[in-house]
């Protein structure tokens, strides 16, 4: 059920729910492998990071197995007496917690079913689903379960986005796998048992990862959660949005999305023609409607245009886009495919695949230094090589580090008045003062400049930085120039 509040409300909610995370962030609060409402990652990430462990246990001659479980009504049934006492622990800020206890507390809910609405009813325990502070709280709640888990049974993983949940265990045989996934279970069970989660069975998958096709079959092999059997699922496992196949190839993840992206392709083909939408709207449409959907998780599989099986793959989604292009244009079948591709303005298929894979790695790279998402890249495994190949990376990148406590600038401002500021600035002062600015006119052409006092005159630089960036990065440019200048100079007064 979603809930509608209270639009006022939602602006207390956003700014506490910011706070909050932050703290998380900085402090490390939060278990590496929770991925869901946390900025700069994605369940892709969680995927990525299940595909390099298990890639790498196959290094080692091991098989690798995991176990799905889903919190049942996740948002709903949020206690919030262990909320608080999980907060605290975390050293969240008193306020914060206060805010959230009064936040959960006295709240009432109207149903409306068919214009008619009914008596407001008390509700005492969840956090409103539609609330913009929902998510984080959320986490932080459920963000105990996996050092417990993790601590209870060694060489056990730890990986969830909001409220699915996965358990990732090597061994030597698929039955040692399944005996770690087991006791897995149980101690997620003990810990949901002491802080009012429960799991839905019915949703609790578990799938066994083996390099070799020739492997004996393993139906006899279950994960036992409770007093439920979960054998290891035959066909390909559904998790995050991607089809998980025993030998990670992700072949039946590529054919369900093609198909999906071909279903909405056939439902948006008249747009142009009949609708009345323009040519330009149109390529939008495709592109955030049809590609996103047939393209999902492609990062994790696509090898590079020079891979047989992986060529095969995008000459698939190349006939989508061709498809897509033909809607867009109103063109004929028979239409040169090189002039339909300029005049559509869809790029070819290789190309976005190349694109999305590029872009990925360079996300995860920008995650902090210690994240285990960031580590993917570069691995020695498929996908750690696959990403490295894509980027050209070779294990030197910009530092990524968040301060437990944000630095504070020690700058101070001098005069915020135009005409006082230009006093102040013709004014002599000791050493060297430099003065930069940047900005972007309206026709999108970016530029910075940095002047200095010499004596009686006054000298600079002045920089065109081209039509793609924005007015924060000439800025900041222009400070680094200024750095840069001011190292080579004399600092004495002149």
Not at 70 to 75: I, M, P, Q, R, Y
Not at 281 to 296: E, P
């Amino acid at each position: 059920m979603i809930s509608l509040l209270d639009v006022v409300s939602k602006l207390v909610e956003r700014t506490a729910a910011h706070l909050i995370a932050d703290h998380l962030e900085r402090k490390r609060g939060l278990h590496d492998g929770q991925f869901g409402c946390r900025k700069r990652r994605s369940c892709v990430d969680a995927v990525a990071v299940l595909m390099n462990s298990t890639q790498q246990a196959w290094a080692r001659k091991k098989e690798a197995g995991a176990l799905f479980m889903d919190v049942k009504s996740a948002f709903s049934n949020v206690s919030k007496s262990h909320l608080g006492r999980r907060m605290e622990g975390l050293g969240i800020q008193s306020d914060l917690i206060r805010w959230t206890a009064s936040f959960m507390s006295d709240r009432q809910v109207k149903l409306v079913l068919d214009a008619k609405t009914r008596d407001a009813s008390p509700v005492d325990t969840g956090i409103p689903q539609k609330s913009l502070a929902a998510p984080v709280l959320f986490v932080t709640y459920l963000s105990g379960i996996f050092d417990v888990v993790e601590a209870a049974v060694p060489g056990v993983q730890g990986l969830s986005f909001v409220d699915d949940i996965s358990w990732w265990a090597e061994g030597a045989n698929a039955s040692e796998a399944a005996a770690k996934l087991s006791a897995a279970a149980a101690a997620a069970r003990g810990w949901a048992a002491e802080n009012a989660v429960a799991f839905d069975h019915g949703k609790t998958e578990a799938a066994l990862f083996q390099k070799n096709k020739r492997k004996k079959k393993v139906a006899k092999v279950a994960v036992a959660v409770g007093a439920n059997s979960v054998p290891f699922n035959k066909a390909a496992t559904r998790w995050l949005g991607v089809w998980l196949d025993s030998q990670l190839a992700l072949r039946d993840h590529h054919a369900t999305r093609l198909k999906q992206g071909q279903k909405e392709m056939s439902q948006l083909r008249r747009l142009t023609g009949q609708m009345g939408l323009s040519p330009a709207n149109c390529c939008k449409v495709m592109t955030a409607c049809v590609q996103s959907i047939a393209m999902f998780g492609s990062e994790l599989w696509w090898k590079g245009d020079h891979v047989r099986g992986a060529m095969g793959q995008a000459n698939e989604l190349q006939l989508l886009v061709n498809q897509e292009a033909r809607a867009t244009t109103g063109c004929f079948r028979t239409t040169n495919l090189g002039a339909l591709s300029m005049e559509s303005g869809l790029r070819a298929a290789t190309a976005q695949l190349e694109n999305r894979q590029r872009r990925f790695g360079l996300r995860l790279l920008s995650l902090p230094e210690g994240d285990q998402a960031r580590e993917v890249v570069g691995a020695p495994s498929g996908i750690g090589r696959r990403l490295k190949n894509a980027l050209a990376y070779t294990g030197q990148t910009e530092r990524t580090v968040l301060l437990e406590e944000p630095e504070a600038l020690d700058a101070a401002l001098l005069q915020e008045e135009e005409a006082e500021a230009k006093v102040a600035a013709e004014g002599t002062r000791p050493g060297l003062t430099m003065f930069t600015d940047g900005s972007r006119l309206d026709d999108g052409a970016t530029g910075y400049s940095v002047v200095w006092k010499t004596g009686q005159t006054w000298a600079g630089v002045k920089v065109h930085m081209g039509n793609n960036q924005e007015a924060y990065d000439s800025e900041c440019a222009a400070l680094a120039r200024a750095l840069e200048l001011a190292s080579q100079r004399n600092t004495t007064p002149e």
